[in-house]
């Protein structure tokens, strides 16, 4: 199910960009340890995720009306990566299904005020 490769792609994001040093291959190796199988769409999403941090950063930058990607919780943070490498980067995943999704992850990881968040930035992110 998509929503639970989301899921994977967005614990996968989280342990893997703020793990130190560790490569592609170590985090999702000691990921795989936790779960049954970790599905390529979840592996492919944390691998574009990786290689457009910055890319992703400067889209937050821009559309967020208070935090930067710096000043953001790791969990929030991770959750907007997955969600907007997918809006960018997924043909078949439609904005809003991204934004939902994101914002249930929030609601799950994070608290009522992140969802908020999220929603908002990637509400503007979708309207340009």
Do not use: C, H
């Not at 998509?2 to 130190?20: D, H, K, N, V």
């Not at 490498?85 to 929030?106: R, T, W």
Request: charged share 30%; aromatic share 10%.
């Amino acid at each position: 199910k998509r929503s639970e490769m989301r899921e994977q792609a967005f614990l996968l994001t989280f342990e893997g960009l703020f793990s130190s040093g560790q490569d592609i291959d170590e985090v999702i190796e000691l990921y795989s340890e936790n779960v049954e199988a970790v599905s390529k769409y979840a592996k492919d999403v944390f691998v574009g995720v990786k290689g457009s941090k910055n890319e992703l950063d400067e889209i937050i930058n821009k559309y967020s009306k208070s935090w930067k990607a710096a000043r953001l919780p790791k969990v929030t943070l991770s959750i907007l990566y997955v969600a907007l490498y997918e809006m960018k980067n997924v043909e078949d995943v439609a904005d809003s299904i991204a934004i939902n999704e994101a914002v249930e992850l929030a609601k799950k990881y994070a608290s009522s005020n992140d969802a908020s968040y999220i929603n908002g930035v990637l509400g503007a992110v979708s309207r340009g």
